[in-house]
């Protein structure tokens, strides 16, 4: 595994006070610093490690809170900040892999977090899933004119896990939202589920249940089937329950709350609940590594023996003895998208001593091939290409 050394765009809590030296070492590094929108790690170097075929950069910076990201039609990455409300651009009109500049489509928004673009008959749309609602935009101008959004999905339940994830396919929306709880008999069946409504917002729909918290979800290229990682419950201990992969089928309940892992009755509900009749996880990893998005890559910029893989960034764990998780994996697939195995790809925002230096939330390969990252520690996006 090759090392690669990254700078961050940060200053430190108590320094915007650093030298010329520094402010032009960082400005020629990353582009500007925005003190005011500073990390509170300061100027950090990255480690990260990587494979010796592949190259990681800087897409961009002074991106706080940097959540989920989707690619318009015009190959124009837009990137959801949770905690700050926002919903930017970041075009890279001059192709040399950084952004130019964040251009703020949307703010005051209240937890904003999946994004997604579809083209239908009357324009195009861009949806985006606010913890309470899901609203749209049609498009009135290239590249980035926007109408006034239209809230499509009301009164979605808040608190507990407040993102919302969505994904269209098949002139369907397919919103991801967690419980309300760590462990709990939820009253509302939105919650721990996949639903699915029309392009307008009517026609809801369960899909799946069971689902503690699946963030991430992603049509597979191979089948057409909806997959999600899923965030296992807490205070099991270490090991236990370990995190799910799943593939996501109509009328499936994957456990939570009465089970987990290969049909595991949890204590918390005792022997109530007929485990039997859950669905088993298609693959599992180890528990508390908060896998939050994932990737399908069947081939593009990276050398061809990536082609057939699937990618997640585990954000991780919070609450674990042993800190797991900061980090890539690449899950081997065959010609058919079918599992093989995983390994590590990308590493190193864990550090020896508990310590982190970023913690990985999305992956999302461009139209050009290459694979982003965003990192909500930092308040960046990688870029990750074949050497």
């Known amino acids: 595994m090759a090392n690669i050394l990254l700078y961050s765009a ?34 950090e170097q990255l480690h990260l490690n990587v494979p010796k075929d592949i190259r990681i950069n800087l897409f961009a910076v002074d991106v706080p809170n940097a959540r989920h990201m989707a ?13 700050t409300g926002k919903v930017v651009a970041l075009p890279d009109n001059n192709g040399d892999g950084k952004s130019d500049q964040t251009i703020t489509l949307l703010k ?11 083209q ?29 959004p239209e809230v499509i999905i009301r009164q979605i339940p808040g608190g507990g896990h407040t993102t919302r994830t969505i994904k269209i396919k098949d002139q369907k929306i ?30 809801q729909e369960i899909v799946a ?25 807490d205070h099991l201990g270490d090991d236990h329950p370990r995190e799910e992969l799943n593939i996501i089928r109509k009328g499936n309940h994957y456990g939570w709350p009465y089970c987990y892992e290969d049909q595991t009755w949890d204590e918390d509900f005792g022997k109530t609940y007929d485990c039997s009749t859950t669905v088993p996880p298609a693959y599992t990893f180890t528990a508390h590594m908060a896998p939050l998005g994932l ?21 991780g764990s919070w609450n674990r003895s042993v800190p797991a998780g900061y980090k890539v994996v690449r899950v081997k697939l065959n010609e058919r998208g079918e599992i093989l195995s995983h390994e590590d790809f990308i590493t190193g925002w864990l550090q020896p001593d508990g310590g982190k230096t970023g913690r990985p939330v999305d992956l999302e390969q461009s139209p050009d091939g290459d694979l982003y990252l965003s990192d909500d520690y930092l308040g960046v996006v990688y870029r990750i290409m074949g050497k």
């Open 10 to 43: 940060g200053l430190r809590r108590d320094s915007c006070f650093y030298s010329l030296f520094i402010i032009l070492f960082i400005f020629f590094s990353v582009g500007s610093v925005s003190c005011s929108e500073s990390r509170k790690l300061g100027l």
């Open 71 to 83: 690619f318009d039609d015009q190959g124009i990455l837009f990137l959801s900040q949770h905690r």
């Open 108 to 118: 005051n928004l209240q937890v904003p977090h999946g994004l997604a673009f579809v």
């Open 120 to 148: 239908l008959d009357s324009g195009y749309y861009f949806y985006v899933a606010e913890e309470h609602q899901v609203i749209r935009m049609k498009r009135e101008a290239k590249p980035l004119t926007y109408g006034k």
């Open 174 to 203: 397919y919103l991801s939202v967690g419980s309300s709880c760590n462990v709990c008999l939820e009253g509302n069946p939105i919650r721990a589920a996949v639903s699915r409504f029309n392009l307008d917002g009517s026609g």
């Open 209 to 233: 249940a069971g689902l503690r918290n699946s963030v991430g979800i992603e049509f597979s290229p191979y089948t057409g089937e909806l997959w999600g990682v899923n965030n296992g419950r």
């Open 295 to 315: 990737a399908f890559y069947q081939k593009g910029t990276l050398p061809g023996h990536y082609n057939d893989s699937l990618f997640i960034a585990f954000h």
